[in-house]
T-cell receptor, first 115, second 114 residues
Framework: AQTVTQSQPEMSVQEAETVTLSCTYD???????LFWYKQPPSRQMILVIR??????QNATENRFSVNFQKAAKSFSLKISDSQLGDAAMYFC????????????FGTGTSLTVIP | EPEVTQTPSHQVTQMGQEVILRCVPI?????FYWYRQILGQKVEFLVS????????KSEIFDDQFSVERPDGSNFTLKIRSTKLEDSAMYFC????????????FGQGTRLTVV
């Protein structure tokens, strides 16, 4: 079974600085998707960034980028130029391409942005 | 921006009672999901629903749980005879078919069983 591990329950970053959130996963599949979702307090979980496992190039979305290391099964999220609105719970998630539509989530990392 | 909405945001119920958690998925989506997160633990898959029937369910989703799409717009999760350990945040999600399609999540319902 797939498992996703986020080893940092809480992180903090100074406004305008860079922070990296860690995620590792375990799977025997070769093709899959990895995601980072952001959940602000009392708000919907929204997709931040997605990585297809078959793509070697790391995904980027504006200030958000990932470091995808397939062999190491690592998928970290880097937030550059952190803003107060980045404060949220961040979930790393895995979804198989071939078997079902369900997500496997980590426990989440709560990010605080310090003004 | 379309969004998945869940009601209520917080539900408190007595042990042994039945609760119904409600979700309005995005209108043209065809797959619907329930997930839950017990405090401090992972977000766990409960069930997926497609074409008016359950397409997948986890071991957690036993006879205590049921889902329904009663009127073409709502998607409900019923928990019968609630237990203390059912206290959790419950998330609804919806998406279109296809592995490329993005899933949209609701803001969650916090269920507290006392």
């Amino acid at each position: 079974a797939q498992t996703v591990t986020q080893s940092q329950p809480e992180m903090s970053v100074q406004e305008a600085e860079t922070v990296t959130l860690s995620c590792t996963y375990d799977t025997s599949e070769s093709d899959y998707y990895l995601f980072w979702y952001k959940q602000p307090p009392s708000r919907q979980m929204i997709l931040v960034i997605r990585q297809e496992a078959y793509k070697q190039q790391n995904a980027t979305e504006n200030r958000f980028s990932v470091n995808f290391q397939k062999a190491a099964k690592s998928f970290s999220l880097k937030i550059s130029d952190s803003q107060l609105g980045d404060a949220a719970m961040y979930f790393c998630a895995y979804r198989s391409v071939n078997t079902g539509n369900q997500f496997y989530f980590g426990t989440g990392t709560s990010l605080t942005v310090i003004p | 921006e379309p969004e998945v909405t869940q009601t209520p945001s917080h539900q408190v119920t007595q042990m042994g009672q039945e609760v119904i958690l409600r979700c309005v998925p995005i209108s043209n989506h065809l797959y619907f999901y329930w997930y839950r997160q017990i405090l401090g633990q992972k977000v766990e898959f409960l069930v997926s629903f497609y074409n008016n029937e359950i397409s997948e369910k986890s071991e957690i989703f036993d006879d205590q749980f049921s889902v329904e799409r009663p009127d073409g717009s709502n998607f409900t999760l019923k928990i019968r005879s609630t237990k203390l350990e059912d206290s959790a945040m419950y998330f609804c999600a919806s998406k279109n078919p296809g592995t490329e399609a993005e899933a949209f999540f609701g803001q969650g319902t916090r269920l507290t069983v006392v």
